[in-house]
């Protein structure tokens, strides 16, 4: 017994030190509300790292509640490869999380929330493999991307079912948006983002 009490004590000894010396995630704001930029924080050791990529309770201490529904992968083979602009309308809106694993993009987030006082903004960060950056994308933001080179792969954390009726978008060069999209045109675009409609923003 006494033997499992000093045990136990030299376990927590160790990590008490990463509980109070190290942070694993910083959330930093945008000019856009609730966009956020999430920064790993990697404790490495001398097998590799260790770092934490979601924590339900840390958005909820952020003013943010995200259950994940659904987790997308999405590979994309050639650079200046575009996706977007997407969101799904309500009852069916969702937030997201996008972080490359591979690669590299420039993600957007464009505020189209009625009411806003960034309404028709955007937002862009550069997520790659190795930063440590995702970025959340909440509900009543337009989502696109565009790969920054070959072989890019990204993962989508998803607050709400995919629902083919809700789903909607914004053309990637609807004039007004000032998006710097670094290839125009596109090396591949979908027919269905080809034809989403240009709004007045």
């Not at 799904?88 to 937030?95: F, I, R, S, T, Y």
């Not at 792969?153 to 809700?166: F, H």
């Amino acid at each position: 017994m006494t033997f499992n009490i000093a045990l136990n004590a030299l376990f927590l000894s160790f990590l008490r030190p990463l509980r109070l010396t190290q942070k694993i995630m910083r959330y930093l704001k945008t000019a856009l509300k609730d966009v956020l930029v999430l920064v790993q924080e990697p404790i490495p050791d001398n097998r590799g790292f260790f770092a934490r990529a979601f924590s339900q309770d840390e958005l909820q201490k952020e003013g943010l509640d995200f259950p994940i529904r659904q987790i997308n992968r999405s590979y994309n083979r050639l650079k200046g490869t575009l996706r977007g602009l997407h969101f799904q309308n309500p009852p069916h809106a969702e937030d997201k999380i996008i972080q490359v694993t591979k690669g590299s993009i420039i993600d957007v987030a464009l505020d189209i929330r009625p009411g806003s006082p960034t309404f028709g903004q955007h937002h862009a960060e550069i997520l790659t493999a190795a930063n440590g950056r995702a970025l959340l994308i909440p509900k009543g933001c337009a989502h696109g991307f565009q790969t920054l080179e070959d072989d890019t792969e990204l993962y989508y954390l998803v607050s709400a079912y995919y629902a083919p009726g809700a789903d909607s978008g914004i053309r990637w060069d609807n004039p007004g948006l000032n998006i710097a999209w670094p290839t125009q045109p596109p090396t591949v675009i979908s027919d269905k983002d080809k034809a989403w409609p240009d709004v007045a923003l």
